[in-house]
Antibody, heavy 122, light 109 residues
C-alpha cells in the first residue's frame, strides 16, 4: 500500500526546534522528491521546500531559509523536516507530500501524509 | 515568485447548483502547470485536477478545469453534498518553487 506515515503531534516552546518524520512505503523512496507543506489553523497551504531522497539535495522556500533543514534516511525510507527557532506563528499542521513524478511536469501532489500538528506555546 | 489569487473567498451555493472558482496568477504559468485540490476539515488535501484540465484518478467528471496563462477556472457542474469544502489552486511551473492560492470555501447556502 502506497502511503506516507508521519510522526505524532508535538508541543514545543518558543525558540526550540522540532523534527517531523515521514515514512514512505509501497513505492521506491529514492524515485520521488519529497515536499513539505504546512497549514496554520484556519489558514491556507504554504509550501516549505523539497528534498531529493536520492541525492539529498534540497531547495527551500525563501521564507524558511536558515530555519528549516530537510534530510532523509534511505535505509528506512524516511524523510525529515526540522524547523528551528520556533515562534508561535509556526503553530501548524505539517504535511509531507509526494509529487506525481520527479520531472517538473509532475510536481502536483497525489500522495499526502496525514499531517503532524506542531504547537508552539510557552 | 508567482502569486496566486483565488476568488471568490467564499461561495455559498445549494446542492445541484454549478460552482465556478477562479485562480489568477501574477505571471504566466508555464505549460499550464496548474493543479486544484479539495480539502475537508481535518483531512489532507486531495488532488482533483492537474495540468490545468486533466482529472486525477477517481475524480468524478462533474469536476473540470480550464484556462491557461494567468487565468484558470475550476468548475463543479452540479454540487453534491460531499463537495462542500475548501479548494486550492497550486502552480508548479515556476522552477524550483511551488505556490498555492489562498483557497475558496464552498459552503451550503
Amino acid at each position: 500500500q502506497v502511503q506516507l506515515v508521519q510522526s505524532g503531534a508535538e508541543v514545543k516552546k518558543p525558540g526550540a526546534s522540532v523534527k517531523v518524520s515521514c515514512k514512505a512505503s509501497g513505492y521506491t523512496f529514492t524515485g520521488y522528491y519529497m515536499h513539505w507543506v504546512r497549514q496554520a489553523p484556519g489558514q491556507g497551504l504554504e509550501w516549505m521546500g523539497w528534498i531529493n531522497p536520492n541525492s539529498g539535495g534540497t531547495n527551500y522556500a525563501q521564507k524558511f531559509q536558515g530555519r528549516v533543514t530537510m534530510t532523509r534516511d534511505t535505509s528506512i525510507s524516511t524523510a525529515y523536516m526540522e524547523l528551528s527557532r520556533l515562534r508561535s506563528d509556526d503553530t501548524a499542521v505539517y504535511y509531507c507530500a509526494r509529487p506525481y513524478s520527479s520531472s517538473r511536469s509532475g510536481w502536483y501532489f497525489d500522495l499526502w501524509g496525514r499531517g503532524t500538528l506542531v504547537t508552539v506555546s510557552s | 515568485e508567482i502569486v496566486l489569487t483565488q476568488s471568490p473567498g467564499t461561495l455559498s451555493l445549494s446542492p445541484g447548483e454549478r460552482a465556478t472558482l477562479s485562480c489568477r496568477a501574477s505571471q504566466s504559468v508555464s505549460s499550464s502547470y496548474l493543479a486544484w485540490y479539495q480539502q475537508k476539515p481535518g483531512q489532507a488535501p486531495r488532488l482533483l485536477i492537474y495540468g490545468a484540465s486533466s482529472r486525477a484518478t477517481g475524480i468524478p467528471d462533474r469536476f473540470s478545469g480550464s484556462g491557461s496563462g494567468t487565468d484558470f477556472t475550476l468548475t463543479i457542474s452540479r454540487l453534491e453534498p460531499e463537495d462542500f469544502a475548501v479548494y486550492y489552486c497550486q502552480q508548479y511551473g515556476s522552477s524550483p518553487h511551488i505556490t498555492f492560492g489562498p483557497g475558496t470555501k464552498v459552503d451550503i447556502k
